[in-house]
């Protein structure tokens, strides 16, 4: 499930805002990932959630259920 070239093209994305974040005092920032169960489980997003925080850096995932959250992410934390 999810979309491999797309969810290494988000893990670049959050590499690349941290090397920004450490290199700037930025700003506060909303980084909203629309449709986020279609990414499939990227463990690059589940390491960054809290330091995103940490860095001002405010989180909005978007889907239609929070089953469609519980079916990627909990079988991963098992």
């Known amino acids: ?6 969810n290494h093209r988000y893990r670049k994305g959050f ?8 290199q700037n005092q930025s700003d506060p920032i ?11 489980y990227m463990p690059a997003f589940t390491d960054a959630i809290s ?16 089953a469609q959250l519980d079916k990627i992410y909990q079988r991963k934390r098992t």
């Not at 590499?15 to 450490?22: D, E, M, N, V």
């Not at 909303?30 to 499939?40: K, N, Q, S």
């Open 1 to 6: 499930m999810g979309n491999p070239s797309l």
């Open 15 to 22: 590499y690349s805002l941290f090397k920004t974040l450490q």
């Open 30 to 40: 909303l980084l909203a990932l629309d449709e986020f169960p279609r990414l499939g």
């Open 51 to 66: 330091t995103l925080r940490s860095r001002n850096v405010s989180v909005m995932i978007l889907l239609q259920s929070l």
